[in-house]
């Protein structure tokens, strides 16, 4: 079984930028965003405040709210509209509660 | 009319043609939209260091998008043009905006609301497992950032989407295990004769479906979803084919919806009336036949108003500037209005063929097991809301809301709302538009506390 969600169509011609899922090193490209960055690296985004069960985002144009990941600093973003950046750090195990 | 501040909310079709209009005429309007780029979500753009060409991109409806894009292009210098900006609350005729991490507050004098829609679900066993998507987002995951949602794809549901996404998906190399319908075959063919009035439209549904045929990928049709299968993603999907025999697919990944439902939120905070319309089993904006809502000065237009499609948004975007044209007393606009009412009829003509041979499984509602989450923010269980109704007398859907805070989440019940209204209705025997829709609260999307409060209070810590 395949260790990512998503699978890549293409357009690998891109720069490389590093992030961190849950203290692990790994690759995505420039372009992404960071339900992408982060879903062709693992299959989850973060793990569910009500059930503590895997979520990967549902609708991701921004409309669902499911896909909000936390960073390691606590910063809190909609992974489905924002652009990854180098370096970020990302917590999947991070309690979620009920804030934003 | 110079003084007069004029905003259009989103920057898809509807709302790209409505500012074409509203220049032409010399004004020049404020665009206030939520992506980074125009075309909404049917012609959405890639990042530009994805460098796809547009057929790729958009098949047949390349042209269109590009029309699009380049129309919006060439209004740029005349339009106040602002993207990444979430209009998070309105009060009266001020907007609360949001925008790179900044608040700002903007009086309007008129308002065209063009925000678009989002996929309509019916939960079944296992929706909320990594690897299940709308429709729209495995769309989306190909359209913009060049990838499928999967390895092995299940597409399911009942859309014109859901044949021209496994399409898209097959021809950019994906391995789309099987396209399982949910409207029966007889249905789609009693649809036919509507469906011909689609000319072009219709032909290229034809071609997708023709297509996957030709190219070996099962397409089954009256099928009933049943489970999506294991236990930290999706592994597999269960189903009961059209002779009632339990099917199963290994895959892992889903992409499904049952069409489309209005983003109205923006409209209710106004003060908007709504119409439930019973054909298309959706809540839509009540307009007066020319783009205009309920609430003066507040126009509306595109799938953000009535889902109808893109074509038809590029005509109600600009029916909407027209009568916004013809209520400043800009000239008369009769003539222009009538000629866009009369596509729009005959739009509508094969609209409702469509809702047909893409029915809405409204029955699917009841069906739903108790233990199946309904409100994935909220983790509420089908069970719970029938408890609701049952033991606490809820009777609308905002009582349920209230008694198992199914819709209470981050998302406001736009997920959710539709099978909650069909779970109450199955039960209380009722027509589903007695239940009422969800309650719009600002921010109609999160937003982080310190836009609120300009000064936050002493005693909250950020």
Request: charged share 20%; hydrophobic share 40%.
């Amino acid at each position: 079984m395949s260790t990512s969600q998503f699978h890549r169509l293409g357009s690998p011609d891109r720069s490389r930028v590093r992030i961190t899922i849950d203290g692990h090193a790994h690759e995505c490209l420039v372009g992404d965003t960071l339900l992408t960055a982060m879903l062709t690296a693992v299959r989850h985004l973060r793990i569910s405040e009500c059930d503590g069960k895997p979520r990967a985002g549902f609708c991701l144009m921004g409309v669902c709210q499911d896909c909000w990941v936390t960073l390691a600093g606590g910063q809190r973003l909609r992974a489905c509209t924002t652009e990854v950046k180098q370096g970020m750090a990302i917590d999947t195990t991070a309690k979620f509660d009920h804030g934003i | 009319m110079a003084s007069e501040r004029i905003v259009i909310i989103g920057a898809g079709p509807a709302g790209v043609r409505a500012a074409q209009i509203l220049v032409a005429a010399g004004i020049h309007p404020i665009i206030l939209d939520e992506a980074p780029m125009c075309g909404g979500q049917i012609y959405r753009q890639q990042p530009p260091v994805l460098q796809r060409d547009y057929s790729e991109l958009y098949g047949f409806e390349a042209p269109k998008a590009k029309r699009l894009h380049d129309t919006f292009e060439s209004l740029r210098g005349s339009v106040d043009y602002r993207s990444d900006c979430l209009v998070w609350n309105l009060e009266q005729k001020n907007l609360h905006i949001l925008h790179a991490g900044n608040s700002e507050t903007i009086s309007v004098d008129r308002l065209i609301l063009a925000t678009g829609a989002m996929d309509r679900i019916l939960p079944f066993t296992g929706w909320t497992l990594p690897g299940v998507f709308t429709l729209g987002g495995a769309q989306i995951a190909f359209k913009s950032q060049a990838c499928a949602i999967g390895r092995r794809t299940v597409f399911l549901g009942s859309s014109p989407l859901l044949p021209y996404i496994a399409y898209q998906y097959a021809k950019a190399g994906a391995e789309v295990v099987a396209v399982l319908d949910t409207t029966a075959r007889a249905a789609k063919i009693r649809a036919l004769p509507g469906l011909l009035s689609g000319g072009m439209t219709f032909i290229k549904g034809l071609y997708f479906m023709a297509w996957l045929r030709t190219h070996n990928i099962k397409y089954e049709y009256g099928v009933t979803p049943g489970e999506a299968l294991g236990d930290q993603n999706v592994e597999g999907l269960r189903y009961t084919d059209q002779r009632g025999n339990q099917q199963m697919l290994e895959c892992d990944a889903i992409a499904f919806g049952y069409g489309l439902r209005s983003e109205m939120q923006l409209a209710d905070l106004a003060g908007c009336d709504f119409r439930f319309d019973p054909v298309s089993c959706n809540w839509c904006l009540a307009l007066d036949g020319h783009g205009r809502t309920s609430v003066r000065d507040i126009y509306a237009a595109g799938d953000g108003a009535t889902i109808l499609g893109a074509d038809a948004a590029e005509l109600s975007g600009a029916r909407a500037a027209h009568a916004l044209l013809g209520d400043l007393n800009l000239g008369s606009q009769d003539t222009a209005l009538g000629r866009l009412n009369q596509e729009l009829d005959r739009m509508n003509i094969f609209r409702s063929a469509l809702e047909r041979a893409f029915a809405y499984p409204h029955h699917l509602a009841k069906a739903i097991p108790d233990s199946c989450i309904v409100c994935r923010c909220e983790g509420v269980t089908a069970g719970e809301i029938r408890s609701a109704v049952h033991e606490l007398g809820a009777d609308d859907i905002n009582r349920a809301k209230a008694f198992c805070r199914v819709g209470m989440g981050r998302c406001q019940g736009r997920v959710c709302g539709p099978a909650t209204e069909g779970i109450m209705a199955a039960v209380l025997n009722r027509d589903q538009a007695t239940l009422g829709r969800f309650r719009t609260q600002a921010p109609v999307k999160p937003v982080p506390m310190a836009c609120v409060w300009e000064k936050p209070p002493e005693d909250i810590v950020l």
